[in-house]
């Protein structure tokens, strides 16, 4: 059986209060931040200076999730920032390998994203530069979208590939997580999941996470 972590979207919390919003899912494994720049996706969340805060008031590893352009530029900072892992996307960057490489170098795990109609083959070759390959599950940008199922034979075909190299590279998806489709995401060989509305629209997120967990590990 595969070990399988939660990472809360705050997208979906109260971002007037984030520090509360980060102890009501102590039972998480990381949380997920979104930060989105109004350009590569259509929306605008936030950036470093609140990310850096974050990682302060945070007991929780920070697993950043870039959408933003011209993020060869941008991603080392926040690596520097304290981030456990940083993602940017194979869309977004002129040079994925360099990038994955210095975010290496500044502390944190790298990871790539893809958008769900990007295929992974491309870039098959530099699995070994990186900690975590990231499939997005729904169009980046907003919370609450339905799960996409075209992207599950992505999933299958990424994980065969992961196991392939031998190493212990983690395979996360982001988009549409519900109580529901984290059961074929996982099927499917998804190890790390995220999830917004369906953590935080519920009563006890703190509860949802370990339900979740418990459903993605049968
Ligand atoms: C969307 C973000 C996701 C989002 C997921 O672009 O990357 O992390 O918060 O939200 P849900 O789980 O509601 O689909
Ligand atoms: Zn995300």
Redesign the pocket.
Known sequence: MRTCQINP????ADFTNLERELHRIHTADAV?V?V?DNHF?P?LTIGLPVVQRLNEVSDLPLDV?L?INDVDRWGPGYAQAGAASVTFHAEASAAPVKLARDLRAAGARASMALRPATPIEPYLDMLPELDMVLL??????????A?LDLVLPKIRRTRRAIDGTGLPIALQV?????RETILRAAEAGADVF??????Y?TEDPAVAVDTLRNLAAQ
Do not use: K, R, Y
């Open positions: 979207s705050i997208l979906s997920h979104d989105m996706v929306n999730h959408m997005m599950t729904v169009e980046p940008g907003f919370g609450g979208q799960f982001d988009g549409g997580v519900t995220v999830a917004g509305s369906s953590v629209g």
